[in-house]
């Protein structure tokens, strides 16, 4: 099987990338007719690195099986990877210099809304279609961009839509009264909670304790005392990675025993059940993913991206490989993949009416870029993550109240 050419480059500063990341100059990038080069900025290092990697992982899976199942437009897909170090300033940078000087074909986007944001803003000021994995906060669809599509089912304020009904459907006597939240200073973060809060909150449950931290927390003690102080009956982390997992450590150090715990992001993350340890039993997460899902799309990309890895895909790498799966398809309808206007604007019509299949079902958008779909509700379960809503999907019944971590 025939394996992309993908360039990482990591250096620290643009002029350092120049000079001793081996790429040379833009000709040498942009390769040749026989080829499609496809440029990427992603965290490799800094506060959204370990997602970061998710998302490059499925980004070289989809191009890896693209080149070994005919190319596209019958031409090899090369990505070329840059490490924006979770930095703004440098992804809106590192986009710049793919477009001017490596001279690429197209753009995939970055992980994180933080990085997404600048991001889109230079795609969009150079006409190219921008199509991302990872940024669900509502401010990346009020900026005006006419070129973004986000590649999941649902933004960030919706991914607890399915938890918020079934809570807010239990009778009064078993209906949670106290809530305590705690969020990163981040956009995808702050919306997955605040959109669960604002509905339980509308409802009544009352809001106990609000917490934002910066994204470089990593002592949690003094959060973590005021959550365990409050006793609220549920607790909400809007949450990237090591930050939940240090929140939840701080939590069960001072016996904070909460009837339920949901963290966005974390818990489907490959490494968890091993930071967490035995006690994982019950946390709750929202996915817009399962490796389990029967379409023809992903059970095709499960094959191929255990294969590579040795494992199953997690929801960062099935982002990234639908993030392809939508460029590709506007690129087939199009029969063009070069940085011009004509065909970049041919690109972004084709898909404001489409609906393309992909690993995570079928994806549709509104004029802002918004998928048109819902998240699913995961679950420690057994100390296995299953899928508990909807009830359609569910593969294990909701635990509630949760059991002592």
């Known amino acids: 099987m025939r394996r992309t050419g993908v360039a990482t480059l990591a250096c620290l500063a643009l002029t350092a990338l120049a000079a001793g990341c081996g790429l040379g100059s833009g000709d040498a990038a942009s390769g040749d007719d026989d080829e499609i080069v496809i440029g990427i900025s992603l965290p490799l290092t800094g506060d959204f690195s370990e997602p970061g990697k998710g998302v490059q992982r499925g980004y070289e899976a989809w191009a890896d099986y693209v080149n070994a199942n005919g190319g596209l437009l019958g ?41 997404v944001v600048p991001a889109a803003q230079v795609a969009q000021d150079y006409g190219f279609l921008f199509v991302e994995p990872a940024g669900a906060a509502d401010e990346v669809f009020e900026q005006g961009f006419d070129n973004l599509f986000y590649a999941a089912p649902a933004v960030a304020d919706d991914h607890y839509n399915l938890l918020a009904e079934h809570i807010l459907a239990m009778p009064e006597d078993q209906r949670p009264q106290t809530a305590a939240y705690a969020t990163m200073d981040d956009p995808f973060a702050q919306g997955t909670a605040y959109g669960l809060r604002d509905k339980l909150a509308a409802a009544g449950i009352e809001t106990v304790v609000d917490e934002v931290y910066p994204p470089n927390t990593t002592d949690f003690s003094s959060i973590a005392a005021q959550i365990a102080d409050s006793d609220a009956d549920i607790v909400v982390g809007g949450t990237q990675y090591q930050d939940a997992v240090n929140l939840i450590v701080s939590l069960r150090q001072l016996g904070y025993q909460p009837d339920l715990a949901a963290f966005s992001t974390a818990p489907t993350n490959p490494e968890f059940p091993e930071a967490i340890g035995s006690q994982t039993e019950g946390i709750i997460s929202p996915t817009g993913y399962t490796p389990d899902a029967t379409f023809e799309e992903n059970v095709a990309f499960v094959e191929h991206f ?32 070069d940085p011009s206007p004509e065909c970049q604007q041919e690109l972004i019509d084709f898909l404001r009416d489409a609906t393309v299949d992909t690993v995570v079902g079928p994806l549709s958008w509104d004029p802002e870029g918004r998928p048109q779909s819902a998240h699913l509700i995961q679950q420690y379960v057994d100390g296995e993550i299953r899928i508990v809503m909807p009830s359609d999907a569910a593969e294990a019944e909701l635990i509630y109240p949760k059991p002592a971590w």
């Open 75 to 115: 031409k090899d897909v090369r990505l070329v990877i840059l490490d924006d170090q979770s930095n703004a300033d440098r992804v809106a940078s590192d986009y710049e210099r793919l477009i001017n000087q490596e001279n690429v074909d197209l753009i995939f986007g970055p992980f994180s809304t933080r990085l």
């Open 306 to 337: 255990t294969e590579m890895h040795g494992h199953a895909p997690s929801e960062d790498e099935a982002n990234a490989w639908t993030t392809g799966e939508v460029v590709a398809a506007a690129v087939e309808a199009a029969e063009c993949a």
